[in-house]
């Protein structure tokens, strides 16, 4: 077995999940601030879409953007000659792009079910909002977080759609682990997918431990 596309599928993971964490949240704070519910409504179904769309579909608009035609693609191939699409960064796009809903909605929740009392409390002892969020609502909800992290990080391990969208199924490259099962399937190396399957369900089972870990912990709090 080629552990290539294992290697490649944790990089990826593990980069998404470094943009995907700190956007996410910052997503999340701002969502959970605003008190207009009609804005919330748009902001959040527009935040959530790349959940609910078709992962290839989700790929298409991701290769508009930062294919060789697209805006950033084609931006970043006039000023720096580099190309995004088809590129172990495309990998990392893809990655981000579908797994930030589950980060954002992880932390949103968490944010959103801490005591507002908690919140008042600190209001009247002269915190300022900033010291608020990093005092009293991070620490309470980091559970909840912590918890959408690994989901998230999870998502962008097993992101298949966009990948192959953006990335495309190159050999040493964009092959991530999803795409290696597909390739080994297809070329009927059916002992290679099986090898490959055992490596994503033994990832998955621990990402549902580590996930009921942290529900535990939540539920302490």
């Known amino acids: 077995m080629n552990?290539?596309?294992?290697i490649i599928s944790l990089k990826t993971a593990a980069t998404a999940i470094f943009?995907?964490?700190f956007i996410g949240l910052a997503a999340a704070k701002i969502i959970a601030d605003i008190k207009n519910k009609y804005a919330v409504m748009i902001l959040d179904g527009l935040l959530t879409l790349p959940l609910v769309l078709p992962p290839t579909v989700a790929g298409f608009f991701l290769l508009c953007i930062f294919g060789i035609e697209g805006p950033v693609g084609k931006f970043f191939i006039d000023f720096f000659a580099v190309k995004i699409a088809f590129?172990?960064?495309a990998t990392v796009i893809a990655a981000v792009a579908i797994s930030f809903p589950l980060m954002y909605r992880a932390a949103r929740g968490a944010l959103?079910?801490?005591?507002p009392v908690l919140?008042?409390?600190g209001r009247t002892l002269g915190m300022s909002e900033w010291k608020i969020f990093i005092k009293v609502r991070l620490?309470?909800?980091?559970?909840g977080i912590a918890g959408g992290g690994v989901l998230a990080f999870a998502r962008g391990l097993g992101e298949f759609g966009a990948t192959a969208m953006l990335a495309g199924n190159i050999a040493g490259r964009t092959r991530t682990l999803p795409l290696a099962v597909y390739?080994?399937?297809a070329g009927s190396d059916w002992e290679t997918a099986?090898?490959?399957v055992i490596v994503i369900v033994l990832f998955s089972f621990i990402v549902v431990a580590l996930i009921n870990y942290f529900s535990g912990n939540s539920r302490r709090i």
């Open 194 to 196: 099986r090898d490959y």
């Open 139 to 143: 620490p309470l909800a980091l559970p």
């Open 112 to 115: 959103e079910q801490i005591d």
């Open 87 to 89: 590129s172990w960064s």
């Open 19 to 21: 943009v995907t964490f």
């Open 3 to 6: 552990i290539a596309p294992i």
């Open 183 to 185: 390739s080994a399937v």
């Open 119 to 121: 919140i008042y409390a």
